[in-house]
């Protein structure tokens, strides 16, 4: 069974940065995509970044140049290095993996078949 587990998360304030890990388990991490969204209270879950199997990386529009994504398929680990934050990155922030191997990198969100618990982000004064 896959398990993802998110931790990292935290209050900060205004400009500061995080660093989110996603450690896997439960199936050869390094063939499948990997991705990182977000839902803000009151808002749907929004892609913010992922990597694929291939080490390609994508980004929503709001947090590109912001935010880096990387993975360490010996760790089974994707990071999201979250830098320049400001209230409006409030949210708490999901890991997901992609149901199938070695597929096209694809931002839905219904792509991916497995997701943790998720972390709470908290940019605030």
């Known amino acids: 069974q896959v398990q993802l587990v998110e931790s990292g998360g935290g209050l900060v304030q205004p400009g500061g940065s995080l660093r989110l890990t996603c450690t896997a388990s439960?199936?050869?991490?390094?063939?499948?995509?990997m991705a990182w969204f977000r839902q803000a209270p009151g808002k749907e879950r929004e892609f913010v970044s992922g990597?694929?199997?291939?080490?390609?990386?994508y980004y929503a529009d709001s947090v590109k140049g912001r935010f880096i994504i990387s993975r360490d398929n010996e760790k089974n680990t994707v990071y999201l290095q979250m830098n320049s934050l400001p209230p409006q990155d409030t949210a708490v922030y999901y890991c997901?993996?992609?149901?199938?191997?070695?597929?096209?990198?694809?931002?839905?969100?219904?792509?991916?078949?497995?997701w943790g618990k998720g972390t709470q982000v908290s940019v605030s004064t």
């Open positions: 439960g199936r050869t991490f390094s063939s499948y995509n």
């Open positions: 990597i694929s199997w291939s080490g390609n990386t």
């Open positions: 997901a993996c992609a149901a199938n191997p070695y597929s096209a990198y694809d931002v839905g969100a219904l792509r991916y078949e497995f």
